[in-house]
C-alpha cells in the first residue's frame, strides 16, 4: 500500500532515499513522481543529475535538464549543473546561451556560473575571456575558499599566456 500521496511527499521521500544512499529507491521515486505529475520539474532536475554523474548518460542528462529548465526556468539549482554537461558535451554555444539565462535567475551562484564560463573559455583556449569570467567569479563570491581557488584560475591562465609568448634572444658579443 502507497502511503504517499502527493507529489511533493514523494519528492521528499525520494531526496531522504538520496541522503541515505539508497540510489535505486530514489530513482524509482523519481520516475513514479515523473508518471504522476509530468509537470513536475524539480523530478526532471534530479533524473538529469543520476544520469549525468551516476550513468555518464549524458544525451538523457541533457534531456530531464532542458525539461526542468521549460517547465520552471526560475529553479536556479538546475543551470550549474546544465552548464557543465554542455560544457563536457563542448556544445560551446549553447552554454553561453544557458549561462546568460542563468545569470538572470535569482538564486543562482553566479560565481559558479562565471567559473564554468571561464573554464569553457579556457577549454577553448580563449585565454582573455577566460581571464574575465574568472575575475567576475572572484567579485561574486562570498567565500574565502572560492576567492582563493579564482585567484589560481586567474594565475593559472597568466602561464598558460605567458607559455604561449615568443622567446627572443640577444647574443651579446
Same mark, same amino acid.
Given at each position: 500500500?502507497?502511503?504517499?500521496? #502527493? $507529489?511533493?511527499?514523494?519528492?521528499?521521500?525520494?531526496?531522504?532515499?538520496?541522503?541515505?544512499? *539508497?540510489? &535505486?529507491?530514489?530513482?524509482?521515486?523519481?520516475?513514479?513522481?515523473?508518471?504522476?505529475? &509530468?509537470?513536475?520539474?524539480?523530478?526532471?532536475?534530479?533524473?538529469?543529475?543520476?544520469?549525468?554523474?551516476?550513468?555518464?548518460?549524458?544525451? #538523457?542528462?541533457?534531456?530531464?535538464?532542458?525539461?526542468?529548465? *521549460?517547465?520552471?526556468?526560475?529553479? &536556479?539549482?538546475?543551470?550549474?549543473?546544465?552548464?557543465?554537461?554542455?560544457?563536457?558535451?563542448?556544445?560551446?554555444?549553447?552554454?553561453?546561451?544557458?549561462?546568460?539565462?542563468?545569470?538572470? $535567475? &535569482?538564486?543562482?551562484?553566479?560565481?559558479?556560473?562565471?567559473?564554468?564560463?571561464?573554464?569553457?573559455?579556457?577549454?577553448?583556449?580563449?585565454?582573455?575571456?577566460?581571464?574575465?569570467?574568472?575575475?567576475?567569479?572572484?567579485?561574486?563570491?562570498?567565500?574565502?575558499?572560492?576567492?582563493?581557488?579564482?585567484?589560481?584560475?586567474?594565475?593559472?591562465?597568466?602561464?598558460?599566456?605567458?607559455?604561449?609568448?615568443?622567446? $627572443?634572444?640577444?647574443?651579446?658579443?
Amino acid at each position: 500500500m502507497d502511503i504517499l500521496y #502527493t $507529489v511533493e511527499e514523494k519528492y521528499l521521500q525520494a531526496i531522504e532515499e538520496l541522503h541515505y544512499g *539508497e540510489l &535505486p529507491k530514489a530513482l524509482h521515486f523519481f520516475h513514479e513522481i515523473i508518471n504522476s505529475d &509530468p509537470e513536475y520539474a524539480r523530478a526532471y532536475y534530479q533524473l538529469g543529475s543520476f544520469y549525468y554523474y551516476q550513468f555518464k548518460n549524458y544525451q #538523457t542528462a541533457g534531456y530531464y535538464y532542458k525539461k526542468c529548465i *521549460e517547465l520552471e526556468a526560475d529553479f &536556479p539549482d538546475v543551470y550549474e549543473h546544465y552548464l557543465k554537461l554542455l560544457i563536457t558535451l563542448k556544445m560551446h554555444k549553447l552554454a553561453q546561451n544557458i549561462a546568460d539565462k542563468a545569470l538572470a $535567475v &535569482p538564486g543562482v551562484c553566479k560565481s559558479h556560473i562565471y567559473e564554468n564560463l571561464g573554464l569553457n573559455a579556457e577549454e577553448l583556449q580563449d585565454f582573455t575571456t577566460a581571464k574575465e569570467h574568472y575575475k567576475q567569479a572572484a567579485l561574486a563570491t562570498a567565500s574565502q575558499d572560492e576567492h582563493e581557488q579564482f585567484k589560481d584560475h586567474l594565475k593559472r591562465i597568466k602561464d598558460k599566456q605567458n607559455a604561449n609568448r615568443n622567446m $627572443v634572444y640577444a647574443y651579446l658579443g
